[in-house]
């Protein structure tokens, strides 16, 4: 089936660091990409997004890159702080029913002061 | 408040029994969704309602869920003769309208079946 993600991996950085997250999805059809990040106890959080036409967008010390060649998105932090500590997840939609996201099992990030 | 609500926070039901759990969307989003969140594991869709209407309830697992946003805000979702399988946290998000919209989630449900 259908699959974004693969088993839940962690990374650790140090205050101050880059830290660059890993997803690979399966369905070539989809063309909708958003990053969410979600602390314990909360809901996942709104990071950044990207449509398959584009490889790269930038937000507030984030950036994500889209290889749709091999199928691969990217989250890269800069200057990652301890409140970015979190679990982080990708998603993907596409057309034929934008609302339904089909997310990753996402990455741990833990950011040591 | 601002965001989304979701009540209870914390639902402990016996197998078998009925259970309802509520959303409140962002004030004036036309579209909710409902995902469902095992331990360890990314959220899993379920459902989602474009006003009142369900536009996709593909992920529905079976004839035991189902939902309902009867005046286009508040969602309830209703699972019968719960298993303890169904043990997750269920989350709600709303967006503004449909399409590609940023979803807002709210804190979740967490649905323990004894």
């Known amino acids: 089936g259908e699959s974004v993600g693969l088993h839940l991996p962690t990374l650790s950085v140090q205050e101050g660091d880059n830290s660059i997250i890993n997803c690979a999805y399966s369905?070539?059809?989809?063309?909708?990409f958003i990053w969410y990040k979600q602390e314990s106890g909360k809901g996942p959080q709104f990071i950044i997004d990207i449509r398959s036409n584009m490889d790269k967008r930038q937000g507030q010390r984030v950036t994500v890159l889209l290889n749709k060649t091999v199928k691969h998105l990217s989250l890269q932090i800069a200057a990652t702080q301890p409140g970015d500590s979190a679990v982080y997840f990708c998603a993907e939609t596409r057309g034929v029913s934008y609302g339904k996201l089909t997310f990753g099992q996402g990455t741990i990030l833990t950011v040591h002061p | 408040g601002a965001g989304v609500s979701q009540t209870p926070s914390n639902k402990v039901t016996e197998k078998g029994k009925y259970v309802e759990l509520r959303c409140d969307p962002i004030?004036?989003?036309?579209?909710l969704y409902w995902y469902r969140q095992s331990l360890g594991q990314g959220p899993e869709f379920l459902i989602y309602f474009q006003g009142t209407g369900a536009a996709d309830d593909s992920g529905l697992p079976n004839d035991r869920f189902f939902a309902v946003r009867p005046e286009g805000s508040v969602s309830t979702l209703k699972i019968q003769r719960t298993e303890r399988g169904d043990s997750a946290v269920y989350l709600c998000a709303s967006s503004l309208s449909g399409s590609t919209d940023t979803q807002y989630f709210g804190p979740g449900t967490r649905l323990t079946v004894l």
């Open positions: 004030s004036g989003h036309t579209a």
């Open positions: 369905n070539s059809a989809s063309d909708y």
